[in-house]
């Protein structure tokens, strides 16, 4: 039960990637889909920049230090891995745009057959 409770973000996440999970696969309709694959990217998100976070009064990696200054020598330990975190602004990034395009091309269906209910579109191609 600690485990459950002492990673309670991590069970958080996985609920909201199953919400958009379910999203993407049950629903017909395409601005629903959209919304969940939007859930569910953002699970994603969230899981890694958690995962990136140090305890203890970790900061950012910026060492101080002039034109031809010596530095210090510094543990690793007291600084934040910031790879996950550009990753992840990369992918915010990824996504927006994504579903930038995403909502133009929903738009370019809607105009086409008067629907975004993917049965319906689906009969009408027929």
């Known amino acids: 039960m600690e485990f459950i409770i002492g990673k309670y973000n991590y069970w958080m996440y996985i609920v909201l990637m199953m919400i958009g999970f379910y999203a993407m696969i049950a ?15 953002w699970a994603i998100i969230l899981f890694y920049v958690s995962i990136g976070v140090k305890k203890g009064g ?5 060492i101080e230090g002039g034109h031809g200054e ?12 910031p790879l996950p975190h550009v990753l992840m602004l990369t992918a915010i990034v990824v996504g927006v745009s994504t579903t930038g395009v995403a909502l ?20 009408a191609l027929k």
């Open 70 to 81: 010596l530095v210090h020598a510094v543990s690793a330990a007291q600084y934040l891995n």
């Open 27 to 41: 629903k017909r309709n395409l601005v629903k889909k959209l919304l969940g694959l939007n859930i569910f990217q």
């Open 104 to 123: 133009a091309l929903i738009i370019m269906i809607y105009r086409r057959f008067g629907t975004v209910e993917e049965d319906e579109i689906l009969e």
């Open 58 to 62: 970790a900061t950012i990696p910026i």
